[in-house]
């Protein structure tokens, strides 16, 4: 029995495999979307909470599952991110208090990468929802354009056109400041992979 069938069935132990196989895969994804490590984290187990509660909607297909969770990853640090905007509004409307340093802020500050990280994340962040999660599928977990697609629940022209305008954004954006990382690898999906999801989001 595949792990796909033995999931659906509610195998525990065929879950527990492909958590350790994609949980890296899923925080990585995670990350990119929210830009907070501890965020990533909560998108992680909250991905699989929701993958174990949705297992009955996998289909028999032999492909891998990496796509069905990054997908699931995705809605989930959408609704993250509401929830996050809406706890912001409330507390801009509570009165207003003197607020003791941060620490932590001021050590992260020091760490040499953190402006450089910083930068890339305010070009990313100019990116529209869509574009952001298209980019972070493709470029960033390595996905092919059927997979993203599979994975956003949409056509693969969609995915094409989306990631087209985004990196065009990326080249527009980096060039109004100076580049976080170099020009040709804005230009080149698997450069940009290495560098996206390996330098600066480990």
């Given amino acids: 029995m595949s792990i796909r ?13 492909l958590f350790d196989e994609f949980a890296r895969s899923v925080y990585g994804h995670a ?9 990533a984290e909560d998108v992680t187990s ?3 909470l ?28 959408r609704n993250t991110r509401r929830a996050a905007r809406r706890y912001d509004d409330a507390l801009t409307r509570m009165p ?8 932590a802020d001021e050590v992260v500050g020091r760490i040499d990468d953190a402006e450089r990280l910083a930068a890339i ?16 599928l493709v470029v960033g977990a390595g996905l092919g354009y059927a997979e993203a697609a599979e ?6 022209g969609t995915v094409r056109s989306r ?17 976080p990382w170099p020009s040709r690898q804005v230009r080149g999906d698997r450069d940009t992979a290495v560098r996206f999801a390996r330098e600066e989001y480990r």
Wanted: aromatic share 8%; no cysteine; glycine share 6%.
């Fill in 31 to 39: 990350f990119r979307l929210t830009g907070n490590w501890s965020t």
């Fill in 50 to 77: 929701e993958a174990w509660r949705l297992r009955h909607r996998i289909d028999a297909n032999d492909g891998s599952l990496r796509p069905w969770l990054l997908g699931i990853a995705t809605n989930v640090a």
């Fill in 121 to 136: 994340r305010r070009v990313y962040g100019r990116l529209r929802r869509q574009e952001q999660e298209v980019f972070a």
């Fill in 151 to 156: 994975a956003l629940g949409i056509s693969v």
């Fill in 96 to 103: 207003r208090s003197e607020e003791a340093p941060d620490l």
């Fill in 5 to 17: 069938a033995r999931i659906r069935d509610g195998d525990t132990e065929a879950f527990e495999q």
């Fill in 163 to 179: 990631l087209s305008r985004a990196r065009k954004k990326l080249e527009k954006f980096a060039a109004e400041r100076e580049p």
């Fill in 46 to 48: 909250l991905t699989f």
